[in-house]
């Protein structure tokens, strides 16, 4: 009986060890290291806010059982985390299980490629391809191999530049002044009539020039006068006529000023021009008008260069002369006159003194010049709320209210004013920059980025911003692009992504970042690049 049992244990022994035997895993587990791995790029990379791995293998001839499948999955190991990319199924011959097929005689290769969210920690790990096989039912792992070390994440390095823009000044430390009037002549006359002094024009003229004569900031500069005949008669006489004219009306001009007491003593202030027939101006009223014939006029002006001869033309239509002689020459016997001079603005400083304890002295743009010549963001939000209630139409108010708590990272306040800005300038591009700086800074890049676009023209903070969302969301060709000629930390980084290793170490060099721990950190990896590449 117990030989019977002996015999029993023994058949079923050595079944149990020919099954073993025969798993084609154990012989697939043993010769694993055969297996070559090559993974793209290696160490990993981060780009935008995922590592994207690619990874090639070859299998061996006479390796991969006709019955067996492999789960292969990269798994990237960090610290105590471990993160899975998806898996490749590699399959035998006559596997029925879906994969990629290896042929068992002459083996094969097999291509992957996988991507995983980054998480911070992941640039100090390794990567191990973590196999499991399959074959009738049963499972074997193989043992875990490591195919890359560590991950690059010199794109995290982009700093938060987020540029915000105020409304700017039109502010000029001197404005050009000017008054323009006409004073007409009788034909063959060059004498200021009485009645001509009593027009809208000349009035308007008096009157801006008493108000300037009695603004102690304003200056008077010169007066041009240019005079003109009616292109009929002697050319001669008419040119003669033309700077005659040019005379008189620089003497009325003259008495008026004197009235007011204006000083017009400096040499080369009454620039007189006589510039004899205007047939030029003879041919705008013309093209102007709906006389009879005009345009046959207008085609003698254009057959005849010589100015007798056109005259001649034009007086063989006598009855068209004759309304020419009422309706066009009339204003073309004239003196054009323009009183020039300049506004100066107060000193800097009294412009800063008074946007403090006197603002309704500055004119608007004065105001807002005197914000930017202070530093502290407190003494331009003072100003800027003094703005903003003076001048409550004006979107720059708000704009550069929200400006400053933007910059003291007060970024609800700062947006309740840049929407206010919004509301008074709908679609204005430097409002809409700011906006979009305020949603990036809130996480909502694609509002961001929709604000950023509809701001493009208002400068180069609006590339800057864009710039960075592309840096970041590792598009870094466009990055690149908006940030131009821009001497940024963040620019010489796109540039390095990039690959323009030369570019981007000029960039850095002429950066603020320069001479920081940032900036010399870049230039190592630049370098250590360069030199991979050579």
Known sequence: MKKQNFKKYLIVGIAGATMIACNPLNNMTKRAEEVTYSVTPNPLEMHGDSIQVSISGAIPPRFFNKKVSVEVTPTLNYGENKTAFDK??????DSEVEGQKIPYEKGGNFAYMAMIPYEDGMQVSTLDAVAVGMY????????PRQIATGTIITPAWAMEDDRVILGADNFEKVVPKQQTATINYLVNSAQVRSSELSDEDIKMLANWMEEMAGNPMFEFKNVEVTAYASPEGE???NSNLADNRASSAASAVDRMMSRRKIDD??????NKMGKGEDWDGFKKAMQASDIKDKNLILRVLEMYED????????RNLA???????????PNLRRSELTVKGVLNSFSDEKIKEFAKSNPDTLSAEELLYAATMYDGMDDKMTI???YAKMYADDWRGPNNVGYVYFMQNNMESAKAEFDKANSLAPGNKVVSNNLGAYERANGNLEKAMEYYEAAKGAGEAVGNNIGYLQLKSGDYVSAVSNYGSMKTFNAALAQTLNKDYQTALQTIDNSPAADQAGGY???AVIGARMADQN
Do not use: C, H, M, P
């Open 265 to 270: 003593s400096a040499e080369g202030f009454y």
């Open 307 to 314: 100015n007798i001869k056109r005259e001649e033309e034009i």
């Open 319 to 329: 009855e068209t002369f004759e309304v020419i002689q009422e309706e066009i020459l």
């Open 136 to 143: 009738k039912g049963k499972e074997k792992a193989f043992d």
């Open 235 to 237: 050319l001669s006489l």
């Open 88 to 93: 490749i199924v590699l399959v035998g011959e």
């Open 384 to 386: 800027y709320n003094t």
């Open 521 to 523: 950190y870049l230039k």
